[in-house]
């Protein structure tokens, strides 16, 4: 075991630092704008719903609302059983940032729904699936800038389709049944939300893996001990009262009848894969973030287990030997199509191989694990505890409506946002939510008056402000007030003054940046060096996206800024993923004026060397 802060490969991209240094060699040129909030316009006239029966609305509901940082709460379970689930997983978030320091961008906060009661829980399971398919504890739900965690606090145990009965009698426990540990559920759904903001998203069984060894995370005030596996001879208490009792009980009289055994638990993979077939890694690779293994990783799931394998074993094991190999096939895999060919590139191995390779570990795990404690006489400090009250039918509704939503349930999410604001609540974010909604379901006539009342009131919510001023837009590109079709600068101000306000609230969306530079493109008056920055920020935050890249080096060559300009131009050439691409950035390329001599690398090359 090693004592030190450990942290896991996380991939960095060439051209993340690439544009790093185009925005840094700017910085002396162009200063950004500091976004603030339009001010609020005349008074909205907001949607009136009729409703015929009040069996039309959903009955208020008591739930409980509370707020740790990058999270609210909606719990309708006891106040004891939410606080110690969410006391504990405060301390787990702060140990964990000790030994894997992953970079928490700010954002919308998360929705963390605790179902205690009422069977609330099989609401949120994800349209098209059932709780029947799988076995599940605990939900991690996702778009573009929502993400909600709903944990299933009333279940104790889950049923397990196809358990191996085989050993029950002599291990004393019952392989159809599986006990469930709230506080690691909600561990690996946060591992979950963390991975899933990576761009572009990291693979379902990096993620599954990283959740399985953080799940296992042994911790308290003292000490963190980071991927070590338990000994897969081990058996529970109450399965080894169990047990003992019927050994007892068949040592005088054979025919006895046997206790029932204690719920199977979750176990590390050196004890889940013991005499079990692994995944054909071709197959073991294909498995998506929404597939119903990585859906249901509780139970029976050889391929959560194996990926619990494989990246331990890539990360932990055998001294380290197959680390460059990983981060190699991460980083590739995040990009192209896994296969054969380019696993043995990485790994100089085979699939096959691989399995023996991952064979041999599962049976005998040869690695180093990781200790951290603090300095004698200290402690890691407690989080503040949470505080419960009773939540608003605006947040019970916002929040509830959301994860629906999430979930893919639309009509029930509609539901649940609209009944508080017929019953008279007029919270912005609730107002916000339901501008969303209606513009999902395409009544723009009525999204544009909820989200124009909920700017007015300055909500934090980016994608409120992004929405607005793409309706704003596409009036201006109905209507364009300027000759030759352009934008005017009261047109123009009217769309940016809201990406402003967007860009100034978490997280940052990709979106508002293309907006801002499409509007410019378009604008009788385009930006000058004193604000084409913004757009170059965009680029920097989301070297991904190749129309802002290209945007913003077009924009500015027109405003003089030209070594940003071909710096840029020069990123998009390399990065380019097809010659359609790379002709638009040679054609942008060639267009632009030439550098000035101090400018010109000795090579003469304009890009920066990453």
């Given at each position: 075991m090693?004592r030190?802060?450990v942290?896991?490969?996380?991939?960095?991209f060439r051209?993340?630092?690439?544009?790093?240094?185009?925005?840094?060699?700017?910085?002396?040129?162009?200063?950004?704008?500091?976004?603030?909030?339009?001010?609020?316009?005349?008074?909205?006239?907001l949607?009136?719903?009729?409703?015929?029966?009040?069996?039309?609305?959903?009955?208020?509901e008591?739930?409980?609302?509370?707020?740790?940082?990058?999270?609210?709460?909606?719990s309708?379970?006891?106040?004891?059983a939410?606080?110690?689930?969410?006391?504990?997983?405060?301390?787990?978030?702060?140990?964990?940032?000790?030994?894997?320091?992953?970079p928490n961008?700010?954002?919308?906060?998360?929705?963390?729904?605790?179902?205690?009661?009422?069977?609330?829980?099989?609401?949120?399971?994800p349209?098209?699936?059932?709780?029947?398919?799988?076995?599940?504890?605990?939900?991690?739900?996702?778009?573009?800038?929502?993400?909600?965690i709903?944990?299933?606090?009333?279940a104790?145990?889950?049923n397990?389709?196809?358990?191996?009965?085989?050993?029950?009698?002599?291990t004393?426990t019952?392989?159809?049944?599986?006990?469930?540990?709230?506080?690691?559920q909600?561990?690996?759904?946060?591992?979950?939300?963390?991975?899933?903001?990576?761009e572009?998203?990291?693979?379902?069984?990096?993620e599954?893996?990283?959740?399985?060894?953080?799940?296992?995370?042994?911790?308290d005030?003292?000490?963190?001990?980071?991927g070590k596996?338990e000994?897969?001879?081990?058996i529970?208490?109450?399965?080894?009262?169990?047990?003992?009792?019927n050994?007892?009980?068949t040592a005088d009289?054979?025919d006895?009848?046997?206790?029932?055994?204690?719920?199977v638990?979750?176990r590390?993979?050196?004890?889940?894969?013991?005499?079990?077939?692994?995944?054909p890694?071709?197959?073991?690779f294909?498995?998506?973030?929404?597939?119903?293994?990585?859906?249901?990783?509780?139970?029976n799931?050889?391929w959560?287990?194996?990926?619990?394998?494989?990246?331990?074993?890539?990360?932990?094991?055998?001294?380290?030997?197959?680390?460059?190999?990983?981060?190699?096939?991460?980083?590739?895999?995040?990009?192209e199509?896994?296969?054969?060919?380019?696993?043995?590139?990485?790994f100089?191995?085979?699939?096959?191989?691989?399995?023996?390779?991952?064979?041999?570990y599962?049976d005998?795990?040869?690695?180093?694990?990781?200790?951290f404690?603090?300095?004698?006489?200290?402690?890691?400090?407690?989080?503040?505890?949470?505080?419960?009250?009773?939540?608003?039918?605006?947040?019970?509704?916002?929040?509830?409506?959301?994860?629906?939503?999430?979930?893919?349930?639309?009509?029930?999410?509609?539901t649940?946002?609209?009944?508080?604001?017929?019953?008279?609540?007029r919270?912005?974010?609730?107002?916000?939510?339901?501008g969303?909604?209606?513009?999902?379901a395409?009544?723009?006539?009525?999204?544009?008056?909820f989200?124009?009342?909920?700017?007015?009131?300055?909500?934090?919510?980016?994608?409120?402000?992004?929405?607005?001023?793409?309706?704003?837009?596409?009036?201006?590109?109905?209507?364009?007030?300027?000759?030759?079709q352009?934008?005017?600068?009261?047109?123009?101000?009217a769309v940016?003054?809201?990406?402003?306000?967007?860009?100034?609230?978490?997280?940052?969306?990709?979106?508002?940046?293309?907006?801002?530079?499409?509007?410019?493109?378009?604008?009788?008056?385009?930006?000058?060096?004193?604000?084409?920055?913004l757009?170059?920020?965009?680029?920097?935050?989301f070297?991904?996206h190749l129309?802002?890249?290209?945007?913003?080096?077009?924009?500015?060559?027109?405003?003089?800024?030209?070594?940003?300009?071909?710096?840029?131009?020069?990123?998009?050439?390399?990065v380019?993923?097809?010659?359609?691409?790379?002709?638009?950035?040679?054609?942008?390329?060639?267009?632009?004026?030439?550098?000035p001599?101090?400018?010109?690398?000795?090579?003469?090359?304009?890009?920066?060397?990453?």
């Amino acid at each position: 075991m090693r004592r030190a802060i450990v942290q896991p490969f996380s991939p960095s991209f060439r051209r993340s630092r690439f544009l790093a240094v185009v925005l840094a060699g700017a910085a002396g040129v162009l200063a950004l704008a500091a976004g603030e909030p339009p001010p609020a316009g005349p008074v909205v006239e907001l949607p009136k719903f009729v409703v015929t029966d009040t069996r039309d609305l959903p009955p208020p509901e008591a739930w409980r609302y509370g707020e740790i940082p990058g999270f609210e709460i909606l719990s309708n379970a006891s106040d004891k059983a939410t606080t110690r689930l969410i006391d504990d997983f405060s301390m787990f978030k702060q140990a964990l940032g000790y030994v894997w320091p992953v970079p928490n961008r700010a954002s919308v906060p998360t929705a963390l729904i605790v179902c205690g009661r009422g069977g609330k829980f099989d609401a949120f399971v994800p349209a098209g699936k059932t709780s029947a398919e799988g076995v599940l504890a605990s939900i991690f739900l996702k778009d573009r800038d929502q993400t909600a965690i709903v944990i299933d606090l009333e279940a104790s145990t889950l049923n397990i389709s196809g358990g191996d009965t085989t050993d029950d009698a002599a291990t004393g426990t019952d392989s159809t049944q599986i006990a469930v540990d709230h506080n690691k559920q909600l561990y690996r759904e946060y591992v979950h939300y963390l991975l899933s903001k990576s761009e572009p998203r990291t693979p379902a069984w990096f993620e599954e893996g990283m959740a399985q060894i953080i799940m296992a995370m042994k911790f308290d005030s003292t000490s963190i001990v980071f991927g070590k596996l338990e000994d897969p001879n081990t058996i529970s208490a109450a399965a080894g009262m169990i047990q003992q009792l019927n050994a007892a009980a068949t040592a005088d009289d054979p025919d006895a009848d046997l206790l029932p055994g204690a719920p199977v638990e979750d176990r590390d993979f050196n004890a889940a894969l013991q005499h079990k077939a692994l995944v054909p890694l071709d197959k073991f690779f294909a498995v998506q973030h929404d597939s119903p293994e990585a859906l249901n990783p509780l139970g029976n799931n050889r391929w959560a287990k194996q990926a619990y394998a494989f990246v331990h074993l890539c990360l932990y094991g055998e001294g380290g030997r197959f680390q460059k190999g990983f981060a190699q096939f991460l980083v590739r895999s995040a990009k192209e199509p896994v296969t054969e060919a380019m696993f043995k590139e990485c790994f100089g191995m085979t699939y096959k191989s691989m399995l023996l390779q991952l064979r041999g570990y599962i049976d005998v795990s040869s690695y180093k694990s990781i200790e951290f404690s603090v300095k004698k006489g200290q402690k890691i400090p407690q989080p503040p505890g949470l505080v419960l009250r009773e939540a608003t039918p605006a947040e019970v509704g916002r929040i509830k409506g959301g994860a629906l939503e999430l979930a893919g349930h639309k009509e029930q999410a509609h539901t649940e946002l609209i009944a508080p604001y017929v019953r008279g609540e007029r919270d912005p974010r609730l107002l916000a939510a339901l501008g969303l909604d209606e513009h999902a379901a395409g009544h723009d006539d009525r999204a544009r008056k909820f989200l124009e009342a909920a700017v007015a009131a300055k909500v934090g919510w980016p994608r409120a402000y992004l929405e607005l001023a793409r309706f704003r837009y596409a009036d201006a590109l109905a209507q364009p007030a300027a000759p030759d079709q352009r934008f005017s600068p009261a047109q123009s101000d009217a769309v940016v003054d809201l990406l402003m306000a967007a860009r100034s609230q978490p997280p940052s969306l990709p979106e508002v940046y293309e907006l801002i530079a499409d509007t410019w493109v378009r604008s009788a008056t385009p930006p000058g060096r004193d604000r084409v920055g913004l757009v170059v920020e965009g680029a920097r935050l989301f070297p991904g996206h190749l129309k802002l890249v290209y945007q913003a080096a077009a924009l500015c060559a027109q405003a003089g800024v030209v070594d940003v300009a071909h710096r840029l131009a020069d990123y998009g050439l390399e990065v380019a993923p097809d010659a359609t691409s790379k002709a638009h950035f040679q054609e942008l390329k060639a267009g632009l004026p030439p550098l000035p001599p101090s400018e010109k690398s000795p090579a003469g090359s304009a890009a920066p060397k990453s």
